[in-house]
């Protein structure tokens, strides 16, 4: 996290940074473990966080042609809300 955002949020939601650092490391368990065990998570009018499982699987490393067994990965998909996808394109719009 940027000291910025922090900052800012702080700011809106009326709590000191400590407290806002808590909220904000909360939030990122939580969706490490809900993610992790590949459930969605939904944000309202922020948006949804889909995860997907890609299996273990062999690859060869180009420089060496060594083969390796890469481990199993959860990769997550963000899909913004509309409410922030509108506020994004008028940001974008207005620069």
């Keep these: ?28 368990k939580a ?3 809900y993610c992790g065990d590949e459930e969605t998570v939904a944000i309202p009018g922020f948006g949804t966080f889909v995860p997907s499982k890609h299996d273990e699987r062999i690859s060869q490393d180009e420089l060496t ?5 890469l481990p199993p990965e959860i990769l997550l998909e963000f899909q913004p809300a509309s409410k922030l996808r509108k506020i994004a394109e008028r940001n974008v719009d207005s620069e």
């Design 65 to 69: 042609g060594r083969t390796m067994l």
């Design 31 to 33: 969706l490490a473990q």
């Design 1 to 28: 996290m940027t000291k910025n955002f922090t900052q800012e949020l702080s700011a809106r939601i009326g709590r000191d940074k400590k407290s806002t650092l808590a909220l904000l490391e909360g939030l990122q």
